[in-house]
């Protein structure tokens, strides 16, 4: 007998004699970050309760250990909105079951023991008590009163309905035992000198307080033969001996009378035994079931249509389950034939009944249940859990408590603004029946190089006119906070809400808070806000004509808030972002990019679908969009939960879902793919802004880096490469060698995606370009393309044009260094007098600067009052006229040796 813990050690290995029970290892093996299931067969979940006929190798079944995650586990200092996610529901995977009566008990891979009422209700047996580490059950059998168990140290344990705890059953001496089945009040087990010993409850010592069965006899076979499996009916005893004979006395004769051979035909091995209320079901090793009756010794065959063979029986009092080598279920009554039990949905490898309702493994070791109706016919197998799932009582970051709200099976809270670093969130709640606390790590990002000398930090009010609930104020931080918009909406009797709008305009939730702000609730009186039939009654033969009116929602007050067109005249179409936080779309809908789950175009705008929250679990309940893009034949998106999302054309990957094709499209939004976990669907990029282009997409993440997917011809996905790619990957920050005044930290703050080419702000200030150059769009003074994101040259050039003394032209304007020109002061009466500076910047002419100012003096004081160089310092390379502002140093430097005064 091998075991093979699949983790990478060698297997272990045992001798068994042939036609005997194999033991387990007695410790289940150890493997960090997994939970042991149990030992498989042909990956079939083993309860080591057959005897073994040849050599078998088991192999140990894992599930990865999951625990508490947050998702985003990052983002910007101004908040986020975060989900705290349990962890995976750890379904005990069974080995084996009985029934005895109406309760049902359980074993696991594992070795632990649930047990199950009519109701339902599942309830996990403790182990004994001061069990030593590493005890576990290797059997469990089910009594009318009392319940039996096999423990890891080979020992019996029982209790009865009103014991909490199993305890050992003394024997009186260290005697070990490999199997144990309980009737009614008769226990028996065998032990590992193939000897059976009868335990009888009614003799129990009925006056302590667990009363435990006492021992009645200890029963050797004849000739040497050596027990392996025993059951014990109402009136008889069965054992079977490692070579596969059954032996049978009445229990009338237990101790008595030796046990007698019942007739099997030649080569005939029987493996399984389950008693019934009169008479055994019996399995031989060719899966042949075959029932033994009360006051006989041969046993009749009993077989499944079609030639079908048995794997497995179970019983209960007057009936049987008999399981299918091909995964069916089949009940089963003495003088009967076997019904099919189970709708072949899937396989099963054992089966149980109690009343009308049957349980079953399948062959992964879950637990399932239906019911039969009259006809016998099988209803829909519903899955039965036994672990209750955990939950989130409070959460906090940094000692702050933050509002939680559930969401399908996870919670999602907002985190405030915080400074960059390390932060903790403590969670309370329970698991697994117990309460317990977790500290989970959350790292708010860096902020961008901007956001380094913080400017004030605004407050963004809420006035619902009216309306509740109100909103509490929210704190953004400067410059790139963004208010999040209030949930739940509010609600006015006799209004329906509109969105938030400041005067008339719709409040764009995308846009950095510059001031502080006050949104107000707009609202639109609705005398009808229900649907309505008129008249609600009529003649039972039909024919009457009924009106239904609609509620006044189509004429509510909503207002686009955002709108971004499509860049591709062939599919063109349009987005909007509504008042209401839908996503609203018109145009062509060739592959889909309407998001209303057709292919229909439409000339008046229909609402975007929300994504599917059953793909995404974690999708809010009060989702909505922040922010859309068009492009080319695609769109995307910003949900309020964070991710981007996408839908439309997929030829170069632009969706960002790990897929692409000529023809493949996403008519519904589709969450575009977390670059960590590119498989799973349910995860995402998260993302503060998204812009599409022609063929491909960007992003902006939370953690300031820029990110891109789908068609990359010229390089436009700014990854040092020309590969399309179907997710996001990281857009290269320009290189700090070709760069030395780079920041170390810098990020990207906006991103623009063009047809072929792709835009972005970084927070030193600089506008970035990469992809396609053929019309010098990158701006780098160049016409090649770019696989990564270089500069904008923006040195635009002041020249000084004129220059006039109280509107009277000056002459001999002539250029030097810096930008600077010098000038003959015309002739004029003393006084002080306007310098005006006519320039061009770029190119471009500016309004002339009128700041300088000019004294001429009398003639007695300065002889020569006209034609002396006046100079005029203005620096170039700077935009407006701080320029001129920021040359004053030069002219006050000059102002004593020309005489001339700047006031």
Known sequence: MRFDP??????????????????????????????????????????????????????????????????????????ARLTINPPDMQEPKFASFQTSGNQIIGLTGDGRIYTWTQDGTSKQVPFPAQAPDGFHYLQAAAGSHRQAALGSDQHIYTWNNGQSTPTI????????????????????????????????????????PNPKPAEQVTTRLPAHAQAVLAAASASRALIVDADGQAWIWDASKIGKAEPERIKQDPGMRIIQAQALSRGFLLLDSKGQARYLADSTTSPTAVSLPDGVQTSRITTGNDQAMITGKNGSIWAWEPAGKPTQADDRTQQYMQATKAGNRITAISRQ????????????????????????????????????????????????????????????????????????TRSLNYTVDQTMTRDDQQGPAYTVRFDTDGGSPEPDPQQVTHPLGRVKRPTPDPAREGFLFDGWFIGEVAYDFSKPVTKDLTLTAKWTE?????????????????????????????????????????????YGFSLAVGSDGNAYAWGNNRYGQLGDGTRTSRTTPVMVRKPDPKTYPDLPADFTYVQVSAGGAHSLALGSDGYAYAWGSNSSGQLGNNNSGEDTYSSVPVRVRDPASPADASKGLQATQVSAGGWHSLALGGDGNAYAWGNNRYGQLGDGTTTNRTMPVMVRKPDPKTYPDLPADFTYVQVSAGGWHSLALGGDGNAYAWGWNHYGQLGNNSTSRSTVPVPVAFNLQLVITGVRFDQTPASGLMHGEGGSVSVAAPAHA???????????????????????????LPLGVLPRAGGEGILLALATGMTGMGGVMASRRHRREARQLLHASHE
């Not at 009737?183 to 065998?190: M, Q």
């Open 6 to 79: 699949v983790d990478g050690s060698k297997p272990t290995q045992s001798a068994v004699q042939t036609g005997t029970l194999a033991a387990p290892p007695q410790h289940n093996p150890v493997r960090e970050g997994f939970l042991f299931d149990g030992w498989t067969h042909d990956g079939q979940p083993l309860d080591f309760q057959a005897p073994i006929l040849q050599d078998t190798t088991l192999k140990a079944r894992w599930t990865k250990v999951t625990d508490w995650t947050l998702s985003p586990n990052h983002g910007p200092a101004p908040g």
């Open 169 to 208: 059953l003394d024997t009186g001496r260290n005697t070990q035992f490999t199997s144990i089945s309980i009737n009614d009040d008769r226990l028996l087990a065998v032990d590992r000198q193939g000897q059976v010993h009868t335990f009888q409850t009614s003799q129990a010592d009925s006056q302590g």
């Open 365 to 436: 070791g879950n637990i399932y249940r239906w019911s039969l109706d009259k006809q016998g016919q099988p209803g829909k197998p519903a899955g039965i859990t036994t672990t209750q799932a955990p939950s989130l009582e409070s959460a906090s970051m940094d000692g702050q408590p933050l509002k939680l709200s559930k969401n399908n099976d996870a919670w999602q809270t907002d985190i405030p603004a915080r400074k960059p670093g390390q932060a903790a969130i403590l969670i309370t709640g329970r698991q697994d029946g117990q309460p317990f």
């Open 526 to 570: 609705s005398q009808n806000n229900k649907w309505s039939i008129s008249p609600d009654k009529g003649s039972q033969l039909g024919g009457g004509s009924a009106t239904i009116i609609p509620p006044d929602k189509a004429s509510q007050g909503i207002r686009f808030s955002q709108v971004s067109g499509g860049r591709n005249s062939n």
């Open 830 to 856: 003393p006084g002080t007098v306007t310098v005006s500076v006519d320039y061009t910047l770029g190119g471009a002419p500016q309004k002339p600067d009128t700041t300088l100012k000019y004294t001429y």
